[in-house]
T-cell receptor
Framework: DAGVIQSPRHEVTEMGQEVTLRCKPI?????LFWYRQTMMRGLELLIY????????DSGMPEDRFSAKMPNASFSTLKIQPSEPRDSAVYFC????????????FGSGTRLTVV | AQSVTQLGSHVSVSEGALVLLRCNYS??????LFWYVQYPNQGLQLLLK??????LVKGINGFEAEFKKSETSFHLTKPSAHMSDAAEYFC????????????FGTGTKLQVIP
């Protein structure tokens, strides 16, 4: 199994531009999570899906952030417009049976907004 | 709401010495507890998890953790540190039943001195 695949690994963009992060979960995993990691705030859960349906998006910072999961093998996290304070590492993770059974994380996307 | 507190943001040990990383949890219901490890520029990897089956949990890479309800602790140990253990370690908690949500600690960076 290839694990959770995220793209791109690195993204540098200018303030105001749209950014789209992509994630392919492990096949058969019904849960997908988007996390953001910064030095100041640590790991923050942004949103999670179960069977492609958003379950909890209370961690999404503001309306500039949106996430979709059009099918079981693909999810996107979009930021529009991007701001310097969005600079962080964004992780996607998937789980077979839910958070209580542990996650498999992708390698992350390091986003820099200048 | 559940939470975890990791004592010590940085821990240094000599190669071959005991590794002890401390985690205390707070939860009003029986918890699930996890330790994850993050190597530089990588996502988090599940080391071990406690799900009430046994209080002493063995994980990968020689790590283990003991659930102590009376102390609300779930400390991570390894008898002999290797250079390859240098990484950041995260304790996490979730709760049984109902809505599943994992809360991560702030992390402890382990330095192994040759």
């Amino acid at each position: 199994d290839a694990g959770v695949i995220q793209s791109p690994r690195h993204e540098v963009t200018e303030m105001g531009q749209e950014v789209t992060l992509r994630c392919k979960p492990i096949s058969g995993h019904d849960y997908l999570f988007w996390y953001r990691q910064t030095m100041m705030r640590g790991l923050e859960l942004l949103i999670y899906f179960n069977n492609n349906v958003p379950i909890d998006d209370s961690g999404m910072p503001e309306d500039r952030f949106s996430a979709k999961m059009p099918n079981a093998s693909f999810s996107t996290l979009k930021i529009q417009p991007s701001e310097p304070r969005d600079s962080a590492v964004y992780f996607c993770a998937s789980s077979l049976l839910g958070p209580n059974y542990g996650y498999t994380f992708g390698s992350g996307t390091r986003l820099t907004v200048v | 709401a559940q939470s975890v507190t990791q004592l010590g943001s940085h821990v240094s040990v000599s190669e071959g010495a005991l590794v002890l990383l401390r985690c205390n949890y707070s939860s009003s219901v029986p918890p699930y507890l996890f330790w994850y490890v993050q190597y530089p520029n990588q996502g988090l990897q599940l080391l071990l998890k406690y799900t009430s089956a046994a209080t002493l949990v063995k994980g990968i890479n020689g790590f283990e953790a003991e659930f102590k309800k009376s102390e609300t602790s779930f400390h991570l140990t390894k008898p002999s540190a290797h250079m390859s253990d240098a990484a950041e370690y995260f304790c996490a908690v979730s709760v049984t039943g109902g809505y599943q949500k994992v809360t991560f600690g702030t992390g402890t960076k382990l330095q192994v001195i040759p």
